[in-house]
């Protein structure tokens, strides 16, 4: 069964950078759309970015676009969100979930495969 796993979170100033990555047990993620949700507190859980398998479109929420980058790694077993001039308010829990690999990749929740576990990202001075 698939299993996703976040890392590369951590405490950073505002305007820096972080990049998270989201790896796949024994799959190769290559062949999945594959989205980037981040949950604040006190908020909904919200899409942030997506990348689809067929031709590794992409999208982004507004409050992102511009600063934030998702990607696949040469082999396929990975999919990163770089992330630079970050913001307080982009301080969350971030959450790789997998849907399967055929049209455009989107936010919704209700053809996810699974979820990773999360990674909390700090922005604060």
């Known amino acids: 069964q698939l299993q996703l796993v976040e890392f590369g979170g951590g405490l950073v100033q505002p305007g820096g950078s972080l990049k998270l990555s989201c790896a796949g047990s024994d799959v190769s993620l290559r062949w999945l759309n594959i989205a980037w949700y981040r949950e604040a507190p006190g908020k909904e859980r919200e899409g942030v970015s997506c990348?689809?398998?067929?031709?590794?479109?992409?999208d982004y929420v507004d409050a992102v676009k511009g600063r934030f980058s998702i990607g696949r790694d040469n082999a396929g077993t990975t999919v990163f969100l770089q992330m630079n001039r970050l913001k307080p308010e982009d301080t969350a829990v971030y959450y790789c979930a997998a849907a399967p690999g055929y049209g455009r990749c989107d936010f919704s929740t209700s053809t996810l495969i699974t979820w990773g576990r999360g990674t909390q990202v700090t922005v604060s001075s």
């Open positions: 990348i689809s398998a067929t031709d590794s479109s992409t």
